[in-house]
């Protein structure tokens, strides 16, 4: 049902918009997240729209950088990525749930999840 795209290569300091599309159904959602995935690494939390309050949470890591947007006109969230870093290479992952729950940086809370995309920043 979520569809992520607009992963690719990079070089540092470049941007990414990623998309997540709801298909077959309606982004009824009030809790819509990114996570990624390095190689050997645990899937990590990369931030959360809480949709009834439109509000934004970040992981450290990302804050400043990363911003969530969600378009409901076309059942999609987005994840831009600005002034991207080696580190950021991973594989992303977009996640919904229908209710929001206070442990929103955890992976398995989550109800719905697309299948991926990979992207990749060269330095």
């Known amino acids: 049902q979520l569809q992520a795209s607009g992963g690719g290569l990079v070089q540092a300091g470049g941007s990414l918009r990623l998309s997540c599309a709801a298909s077959?159904?309606?982004?009824?959602?009030?809790?819509m997240a990114w996570f990624r995935q390095a190689p050997g690494k645990e899937r990590e939390f990369v931030g959360a729209?809480?949709?009834?309050?439109?509000?934004?949470y970040y992981a450290d890591s990302v804050k400043g950088r990363f911003t969530i947007s969600r378009d409901n006109a076309k059942n999609t969230v987005y994840l831009q990525m600005n002034s991207l870093k080696p580190e950021d290479t991973a594989v992303y992952y977009c996640?919904?749930?229908?209710?929001?729950?206070?442990?929103?940086?955890?992976?398995?809370?989550?109800?719905?999840w697309g299948q991926g995309t990979q992207v990749t920043v060269s330095s």
């Open positions: 996640a919904a749930r229908i209710n929001w729950n206070v442990q929103y940086t955890t992976a398995r809370h989550y109800e719905y």
């Open positions: 729209l809480r949709w009834s309050l439109r509000r934004t």
């Open positions: 077959g159904c309606t982004l009824n959602t009030d809790a």
